[in-house]
């Protein structure tokens, strides 16, 4: 039951699993069919501590890749940390990812659960206490999104709430770098999002306002001049 919130079900769950991986799906995700047998079998391969894959958002109109899949994850790589592949601190969702139980139960994960932003955050902390991490280069989690407005076509503009919510994530992450030995935890997370400032600046996102959130977030900076710009 969730009613005491989904991280408290999902507290629940690792106490009573026995196998060697854990898929951390949290509410309206879809798993394509062959997705977790892959990541599986890398874990087998390789006897790294994670496989991880790409998120893809969806309507029921259409999907796209989700910004927390970087350019990194259309190549098959194994053995990686994200200290050799940095942008693995932009791989903030929890359900596209197979953990080894004993990851988890080292880290007590979900340890806040119920916090803002907490999946999120503890993402990353997977990312940085991982001994290796694989990424296969395929969709492993689909994730619903609120419908468009059916006159407009527009999305809902997120909520002052959960704009918050994702300072508050950013800031903890921040911490979570900055304990983990990175000399620079914010220049790293806002060299990981220039991507994503290219594409508001070029579909014209990037009004006032939304440079306002960005260094809110202290994520703002130049944009990329092209994708994936090293």
């Known amino acids: 039951s969730t009613e005491n919130g989904v991280g408290a079900a999902m507290s629940t769950g690792l106490r009573h699993i026995a196998g060697r991986y854990v898929l951390l799906l949290q509410p309206g995700c879809v798993v394509p069919a062959g997705a977790v047998a892959e990541l599986a079998a ?41 200290r050799w592949t940095p942008q693995l601190v932009v791989d903030s969702s929890l359900s596209n990812k197979l953990v080894r139980r004993d990851l988890l139960a080292r880290l007590d994960i979900p340890n806040e659960p119920d916090l803002p932003g907490a999946g999120a955050v503890e ?11 694989d990424i296969v280069p395929r969709v492993t989690v689909e994730l619903r999104r609120a419908e468009p407005d059916p006159v407009t076509g527009r999305s809902p503009p997120p909520s002052w ?70």
């Open 42 to 82: 890398t874990l087998d391969r390789t006897g790294s501590d994670l496989a991880t894959g790409q998120a893809r958002l969806f309507t029921s109109a259409h999907a796209w890749r989700s910004t927390t899949s970087p350019p990194a994850f259309d190549f098959r790589i194994d053995g990686t940390h994200l």
């Open 123 to 133: 993402a990353v902390r997977l990312h940085l206490e991982a001994a290796t991490v």
């Open 161 to 230: 709430e959960s704009m918050l919510d994702h300072l508050a994530a950013l800031e903890h992450i921040e911490a979570e770098i900055t304990h983990h030995g990175f000399a620079d935890a914010r220049r790293m997370l806002s060299d990981m999002f220039a991507d994503v400032r290219m594409l508001c600046h070029d579909t014209g996102l990037m009004n006032p306002v939304a440079k306002l959130v960005w260094k809110m977030c202290r994520i703002s900076g130049a944009p990329s001049r092209f994708r994936a710009q090293p």
